[in-house]
T-cell receptor, first 114, second 114 residues
Framework: DGGITQSPKYLFRKEGQNVTLSCEQN?????MYWYRQDPGQGLRLIYY???????QKGDIAEGYSVSREKKESFPLTVTSAQKNPTAFYLC?????????????FGNGTRLTVT | DQQVKQNSPSLSVQEGRISILNCDYT??????FLWYKKYPAEGPTFLIS?????DKNEDGRFTVFLNKSAKHLSLHIVPSQPGDSAVYFC?????????????FGQGTILTVHP
């Protein structure tokens, strides 16, 4: 069954530590995205990648970094520079830029930093 | 600047009645609109979309209406079922940008009472 796997579902870290969130897809999609959700707010775009070895900043990229070394994988690192890292993080994918199909989301990782 | 707004944080309806969820936008470059449904601790799932060349799109119990002059869209669910209880997000995409770059509203919590 094709889909997006985000792991772990819950993650706890101490302030000042970097943490990497995993996102793997077996949909053979070219484009991948990271969104963040905060309570009472909509999802906001952090980073996206339209093709392997290429990525662009979204609306709230400060304090985050990504890599896209493989088509299936798009890990997100939350660095110590991110001022409010506690949030629900969602990874998503699309077949490619010629396809205006809806984003397909994973089930998210809830990160808590104390 | 909130470019997509859902002004009703919550909506409560009886099973079998109509649910109407509303969404307003300000960016005239938006030309593709989507509705997503989300349960707690899960990723959003796509419900229905509409292109700006249309004013209505229907899929089973779900109908989306777009009023471009008013920059307003609405989602109608008829008849509403208890399983429809979730958070509903509207989202918009501007032509010429990555199709996965969506701007989301804050969400509306729908509760359908048996």
């Amino acid at each position: 069954d094709g889909g997006i796997t985000q792991s772990p579902k819950y993650l706890f870290r101490k302030e000042g530590q970097n943490v990497t969130l995993s996102c793997e897809q077996n949909l053979n999609h070219d484009a991948m995205y990271w969104y963040r959700q905060d309570p009472g707010q909509g999802l906001r775009l952090i980073y996206y990648s339209q093709i392997v070895n290429d990525f662009q900043k979204g609306d709230i990229a400060e304090g985050y970094s990504v890599s896209r070394e493989k088509k299936e994988s798009f890990p997100l690192t939350v660095t110590s520079a991110q001022k409010n890292p506690t949030a629900f993080y969602l990874c998503a994918s699309l077949p490619g830029q010629t396809s205006r199909s809806p984003l397909h989301f994973g089930n998210g990782t809830r990160l808590t930093v104390t | 600047d909130q470019q997509v707004k859902q002004n009703s944080p919550s909506l409560s309806v009886q099973e079998g009645r109509i649910s109407i969820l509303n969404c307003d936008y300000t960016n005239s470059m938006f030309d593709y609109f989507l509705w997503y449904k989300k349960y707690p601790a899960e990723g959003p799932t796509f419900l229905i979309s509409i292109s700006s060349i249309k004013d209505k799109n229907e899929d089973g119990r779900f109908t989306v209406f777009l009023n471009k002059s008013a920059k307003h869209l609405s989602l109608h669910i008829v008849p509403s079922q208890p399983g429809d209880s979730a958070v509903y997000f509207c989202a918009a995409n501007a032509g010429g940008t990555s199709y996965g770059k969506l701007t989301f509203g804050q969400g509306t919590i729908l509760t359908v009472h048996p």
